[in-house]
């Protein structure tokens, strides 16, 4: 069974979609077999990938509310090993649709638990908010990662986050875990970055992961290309550091 990891923060602008992205990537680059769930109706990381997420027919959407075959959502990206489920702004409405639904937390894991088997990893981009579409992810995922950007206001919001998780984990997915934090847009010449990690260091007891993703002009300028950044620019710091947290979340299933 793939191993299935839910990204997510409630806060905008983080590097969710840029960690779903690249995580996903570097996975695929050595040799896993990996399915991305864009789950935010931005579909940004459709986007990021390389795919025109407004003419895809049969995306997240319609295999959840309009009952879409899972095989004909799928889309192969140019990237070897990596397959997408894309979203668009259709996606925006699930929330109130979803509502009259019976075991409405449970829909993405219905509509793909038969296929788990499938892939050795699936990574899903949650939406910036928790709200129907990321508890639907997290009662399918095994675990979360948690992007944290290194900015002032760094643990604003995360306690709330992780007492969501808790009672998704005590409610609905007991087998929830947290696969850890991730700190993005790390800025080496500010004292500010450094101070963030240590104080959340300080504060959270979870796994933190020792990658930690740059501040890097190229990282930024990979999803206008729609190319992630082991393709746009596979010798930048940017790249090395998604490679590194690659390597980190295998070698914790291997533990």
């Given amino acids: 069974m793939g191993r299935i990891i839910a990204i997510t ?16 990537a570097a996975l695929a680059e050595k040799g896993k077999k990996v399915l991305t769930i864009d789950l935010d109706p931005q579909g940004n990381t459709s986007t990021g990938l390389g795919v025109d997420k407004n003419k895809i027919k049969h995306n997240v959407y319609s295999l959840m ?13 140019k990237i070897k090993n990596l ?16 509502a009259s ?14 296929y788990t088997e499938d892939f050795d990893y699936i990574i899903i981009d949650c939406p910036p908010s928790l ?3 990321t508890i639907n992810a997290l009662t399918f995922a095994d675990s979360v990662l948690v992007p944290i ?3 002032f206001f760094a643990l604003e919001g995360l306690t709330q986050l992780m007492y969501t998780i808790k009672l998704v984990k005590k409610k609905l997915n007991p087998f929830l875990n947290v ?3 991730v700190f993005t847009m790390y800025d080496s010449r500010t004292n500010l970055s450094m101070q963030v990690v240590e104080e959340v260091k300080k504060y959270i007891k979870e796994n933190v992961y020792k990658a930690i993703i740059p501040r890097n002009v190229r990282l930024a300028e990979a999803p206008s290309h729609g190319m992630p950044i082991t393709k746009y620019a596979p010798e930048s710091k940017g790249a090395d550091s998604y490679r590194l947290l690659a390597d980190e979340v295998i070698e914790k299933e291997d533990n």
């Fill in 83 to 98: 397959y997408l489920l894309t979203s668009n702004m259709e996606l925006a409405g699930a929330e109130i649709e979803l």
């Fill in 9 to 24: 923060n409630q806060k905008g602008g983080v590097g969710k979609t840029t960690t779903s992205i690249n995580l996903s």
């Fill in 179 to 181: 696969e850890g934090l």
């Fill in 149 to 151: 950007q290194c900015e």
């Fill in 131 to 133: 709200n129907l579409l």
């Fill in 101 to 114: 639904f019976e075991d409405r937390e449970f829909l993405l894991k219905k509509k793909l638990i038969d």
């Fill in 65 to 77: 509310l309009d009952n879409s075959d899972f095989k004909k959502t799928l889309t192969k990206t």
